[in-house]
């Protein structure tokens, strides 16, 4: 006879579980952490503990992000001695249960593989749950000395460093942001794409463009990076690297292409890559092919619809 009980998240949980759980096995898995909190209704969220004789041995929850406002981020994690008892599938019936009319029913998730760990446990929690694949996401490490450096141009392609408040950037961070998530739609905005990605809060520390020639004749960004403070003081710069969506996969290659070479040119990089960048992710195939860049992580992102 099953002893859980289920009740809403309070302060002190996370304490808490983190005694059960232990540390989080990626950076992802500690990001994903911090979505468990108190109920609220803008924007909607809400948490469960499953509790065993009082003590909290499961968790999850269930929130609405006004940045991908489609289908609900959906996260549980159950401590290993109560792993395939039905807690978490328990858990995600009593959340489902609590989204009121009117909101979005459907659901998304993830998990992250890393070297020496088996993700067969949550693919198939996930696959039980009706969720299928829609996006994989690999964290990738390129080294120096792969790529040749770009040419640049006095009256052509132009390299120049940009402040995080330009507003030309932030436009531009917007529509490239929304143009690579068709497979789960996205409302950046002019606030969010500050919020989320340029921030000094976001650990952001400067960025770098290519122009198709120099800004006072009228150039226009054909990439950028971002780069962010890393996790560690020993780890590569994190960085962010994207460019201007009116391009076509043919234009956009060379100034991708280069500004790679430019960010992984002395020391390495860390960037993270899904399969709606087709030119970054086969450019990322053909270094780590030739041993160039290294895969730390893969993340799959699955949702109901």
Not at 276 to 285: E, P, W
Request: aromatic share 6%; net charge negative.
């Amino acid at each position: 006879m099953s002893t859980l009980e289920y009740r809403p998240w309070t302060d002190g949980d996370d304490l808490a579980l983190l005694e059960i759980f232990g540390d989080p096995a990626s950076p992802h898995a500690h990001q994903d952490r911090t979505m468990f909190r108190k109920d609220s209704n803008a924007p909607f969220s809400r948490a469960l503990v499953a509790t065993d004789q009082g003590i909290a041995v499961a968790a999850g929850v269930v929130f609405a992000s006004t940045l991908h406002p489609q289908r609900l981020w959906l996260y549980v994690e159950v401590a290993r001695e109560h792993r395939r008892t039905g807690v978490g599938t328990e858990l995600v019936a009593r959340l489902r249960a609590l989204v009121p009319a009117g909101q979005s029913t459907e659901l998304k998730a993830r998990y992250t593989v890393t070297a020496g760990t088996d993700a067969a446990t949550a693919a198939g929690f996930c696959a039980s749950l009706g969720m299928k694949q829609i996006q994989v996401a690999r964290d990738v490490v390129v080294e120096p000395g792969g790529l040749a450096l770009p040419l640049f141009d006095d009256d052509g392609l132009t390299l120049e460093d940009i402040g995080t408040g330009s507003v030309e950037l932030t436009k531009l961070v917007i529509e490239f942001y929304n143009s690579i998530h068709k497979w789960d739609p996205a409302n950046m905005t002019l606030g969010s794409a500050q919020k989320m990605l340029l921030d000094d809060a976001t650990g952001a520390q400067g960025v770098i463009v290519f122009r198709d020639k120099p800004k006072a004749r009228g150039g226009k960004i054909l990439s950028f990076a971002i780069s962010y403070t890393p996790a560690r003081a020993d780890a590569p710069a994190d960085v962010l690297l994207g460019w201007n969506p009116e391009l076509g996969q043919d234009e956009s290659a060379e100034p991708i292409r280069g500004m790679l070479a430019m960010l992984a040119h002395q020391y390495p990089v860390k960037l993270e890559v899904d399969g709606s960048m087709v030119v970054l992710s086969s450019l990322i195939d053909v270094l780590v092919a030739a041993k160039h860049a290294t895969v730390t992580a893969t993340t799959y992102i699955v949702a109901t619809a």
